[in-house]
């Protein structure tokens, strides 16, 4: 047999009744042992009286052959053969945890504990032996013993329920002194078995047997029942039956009216020998008392004992519907422990997997590592990690692991295209969704062919894949599945969910790591190269922006002057030095004189540029009322807001201090936001100056207005150096200078300067000012 350690001496007596293998020859278990099974139904199968019953007798036997202290030892040996055939660590079992009567278990795991009391106690007839000594519980033999045999029998599918719910048991005919009983498994436990039918069906067959022998034993104090084979599974037939035959039961004979009549029979001689002056008819008298008083004792009697055996029968009653409740009781606290148990090895599980993936930063490694843990710790099958190229779309180095070394190198050489969402391959790389699919056959026209290959190749029944993303790209998946089919759940998903995000970010770093290293390769000499190459176009740069700057003041510097005079004489002109003009001439003068201010506006921008840009701009700092500042600027720029139809107002919060600031600078700064406010804001509309204190040690002033708005777009670029936004009308448009020379002297300051906008809204542009120390003078 495989995967147990017997002596070879004893082989023989591992041999089952059976045709088939024994169940030992499974690997490991196939489906869960107790708590809930994957459907999440209670496994109620077999009760835990069962197997305590299994492995005390296994202690008696190592016992009576090795000593008294050989039986622990043996319990400890049988759970450490358990846990090796049960995958999920949550399941192990312990000797103080077989020994509870309140748990459950399923029926595959009492055929694995059976067989295995049966190979290390060394007794060829364990299951029959079992039975008879164990199977009848004090609880059951408390509830049988108000009843006739007869009676017992027909209660056999209530006695059987207490050892095993899955069993369909049937009582076909009962008489005096025998009875027909039926055993059938159902189709969910014969699932169980698989394979090992007859096998697991002997166990059963056995124990039942030897159980059924010794009721009247047990529970009666009498001889063994006969039991005799009818039909039985591991003989070919569908169900086990049994024809039981036992000495019947004599009947109680009605005692108590002959009790009366000898009572009666024998006052009656006593009278006529003792006194023979009494007359017949006392004689007959006193017989006649004496056997009514007789009758009416025994009958007083026997009617008590009705009453106190129907007071022990309900009280039965009771303590069995009690057991039943403690049962379920036990099975829920049970379920929640397995529970408990798995969250626990999956947190463990993903702990020692994170810090395996956080230890190393080559692929191969990583992939290695994760795999030993999704194989060792959270029990699959077979992993396999793909990797995705979302520029060619195809799938590709599959790692598979958990198979034989062809099949491994025939999934690393798939290069399997993805252009379909709606395939099984599609919904985790292109979709990003998670695909879990208990049978493989309902999604296969779904899949790739070369993936239907790879099925084919590995018998995969059940799998779970998982995207593997990293930021917004999906890198691969990740596949893994069980040989058992139905074997996994929502919960599996949820596991590979999480891990694959810790697999995604160890990948995402290890390929980040690898461009590192080729980036490395000659990085040095590169660095000195561009390095030489930047100071070179540095130097230019800054060669470049003395020019501009010189070329700009000089210019700036040479068009003043020129234009001062043409000012001068088109000024005269329409003062009418020169004669009178008509209507046409003035008009064309005057929009000469326009296009020259604005042309000196800019030229005085450009050489505020130019100097704040050369650092040659220097700030007279004083204390400065900021609010009389504002109001002198609103009420010189009131008649050009009022040419507009705009409203122009300012609003102070109290106790506002003073700025230190450069009152020329600060007014320019101010005059230019303002102006800016007034030349966006269509008629009727609104400009609204407003000072407070943004913090401790700053003022804040805020100019808003109901204008057109900035775009979204454009407000990171507002303050940029001759930058006009789109959504300026086109007549308003100006130089792109003004909120750049604002930008400087705010900093200069020591403020900073932002914009809030809503396109056709209307924006408010607010700047801070540093607040004068209090008690300071002016210097």
């Known amino acids: ?127 029959y032996n079992v039975g008879k000594e164990k199977h009848i519980s004090p609880l059951i033999q408390t509830l049988g013993r108000p ?94 039956e049994w024809e039981v035959t ?33 007359s017949l008819w006392r004689a007959s008298a006193a017989g006649l008392l004496a056997g009514g008083t007789a009758l009416l004792g025994t009958y007083l009697l026997q009617r008590e004992a009705k009453a106190r055996e129907a007071v022990i029968q309900e009280q039965v009653g009771f303590v069995d519907t009690r057991h039943e409740e403690l049962r379920e009781s036990y099975l829920e606290q049970q379920r929640i422990a397995v529970e408990l148990r798995r969250k626990v090895g999956q947190l463990t599980s993903l702990h020692r997997a994170g810090l395996l993936l956080s230890s190393t930063l080559n692929r191969e490694t990583l992939l290695r590592s994760v795999a030993k843990t999704i194989v060792e710790d959270l029990q699959y099958d077979r992993v396999m990690v793909t990797m995705y190229d979302p520029l060619r779309c195809v799938a590709y180095g599959a790692r598979l692991f958990g198979v034989p070394e062809q099949v491994a190198a025939f999934a690393e050489a798939l290069e399997i295209p993805v252009s379909d969402p709606a395939s099984v391959e599609g919904t985790v790389l292109l979709r990003g969704r998670p695909i879990l699919v208990n049978d493989v056959q309902e999604v296969r026209d779904r899949m790739h062919p070369l993936y239907q290959e790879l099925v084919s190749r590995t018998g995969c029944r059940s799998f779970v894949s998982v995207p593997l993303q990293a930021k917004d790209w999906i890198l691969g998946s990740l596949t893994v599945d069980r040989r058992a089919a139905g074997s996994l759940t929502q919960e599996d998903v949820d596991v590979l969910v999480t891990l694959a995000n810790q697999l995604s970010i160890a990948l995402d770093n290890a390929a980040a790591y690898r461009e590192i290293e080729e980036l490395n390769t000659g990085l040095e000499e590169k660095v000195r190269l561009r390095t030489a190459e930047l100071e070179a176009a540095n130097e230019k740069l800054r060669e470049l922006n003395q020019l501009k700057s010189t070329f700009v003041s000089v210019v700036s510097h040479e068009l003043r002057t020129p234009l001062t005079s043409i000012r001068s004489f088109i000024e005269n002109m329409l003062d009418g030095m020169t004669g009178a003009l008509n209507e046409k001439q003035s008009r064309y003068l005057s929009r000469m004189l326009f296009n020259i201010d604005r ?133 308003a448009r100006g130089a792109g200078l003004g909120l750049a020379i604002a930008k400087s002297l705010v900093e200069l300051h020591g403020g900073r300067i932002w914009v809030e906008s809503v396109q056709w809204s209307g924006s408010s542009f607010s700047f801070t000012i540093p607040a004068h120390p209090p008690g300071e003078t002016a210097g």
């Open 1 to 127: 047999m495989k995967g147990v350690r017997v002596p070879e001496h004893d082989l023989e007596a591992v041999e089952l009744l059976s045709a088939d293998h024994t169940i030992l020859e499974r690997p490991c278990l196939q489906f869960r042992p107790f708590g809930e099974d994957e459907q999440g139904e209670k496994i109620g199968d077999v009760s835990g009286l069962l197997i305590r019953d299994n492995v005390e007798y296994l202690e008696d036997c190592v016992r009576r052959v090795q000593g008294p202290g050989a039986g622990e030892g043996i319990v400890e040996h049988l759970c450490a053969l358990l846990n090796e055939r049960i995958r999920d660590p949550a399941y192990h079992v312990t000797p103080a945890f077989l020994k509870n009567v309140w748990n459950s278990y399923s029926y595959e795991f009492a055929c694995f504990v059976r067989e295995f009391c049966k190979v290390l106690s060394g007794d060829p007839q364990y299951h």
């Open 147 to 240: 009843f006739a045999l007869s009676q017992i029998h027909k209660m056999y599918p209530y006695f059987a329920h207490k050892y095993a719910r899955a069993l369909e048991c049937t009582v076909m005919h009962v008489t005096d002194n025998s009875a027909v009983l039926r055993l059938q498994f159902p189709e969910r436990v014969l699932q169980q078995f698989g394979p090992y039918r007859k096998a697991c069906a002997a166990q059963t067959c056995e124990s039942s047997k030897s159980r059924i022998a010794m009721v009247p034993v047990r529970v009666h104090g009498r001889t063994a029942s006969i039991v005799k084979d009818r039909a039985c599974i591991v003989k070919g037939d569908a169900f086990c």
């Open 246 to 278: 036992w000495t019947p039961e004599r009947r109680a004979l009605a005692y108590w009216p002959m009790w009366g009549l000898l009572s009666g029979t024998a006052v009656f001689a006593y009278v006529m020998a003792a006194d023979s002056s009494a």
């Open 599 to 731: 042309l000196s506006r800019l030229i005085v921008d450009l050489l505020d540029l130019s100097r704040i840009e050369a650092g040659k701009v220097e700030l007279r700092l004083q204390p400065v009322a900021v609010a009389d500042l504002v109001n002198d600027i609103v009420e010189g720029l009131r008649a050009i807001a009022g040419e507009k139809s705009v409203t122009l107002e300012a609003r102070h919060d109290q106790a506002l201090p003073s700025v230190r600031a450069d009152s020329d600078h600060l007014t320019q700064i101010l005059t230019n936001l303002i102006g800016n406010a007034i030349k966006f804001t269509p008629v009727g509309g609104r400009v609204e100056v407003h000072t407070g204190t943004q913090e401790p040690g700053l003022v804040r002033i805020s100019v808003s207005d109901t204008g057109c708005g900035i775009a979204p777009e454009d407000l990171p670029k507002v303050f940029d150096k001759f930058y006009r936004g789109v959504s300026v009308p086109p007549d």
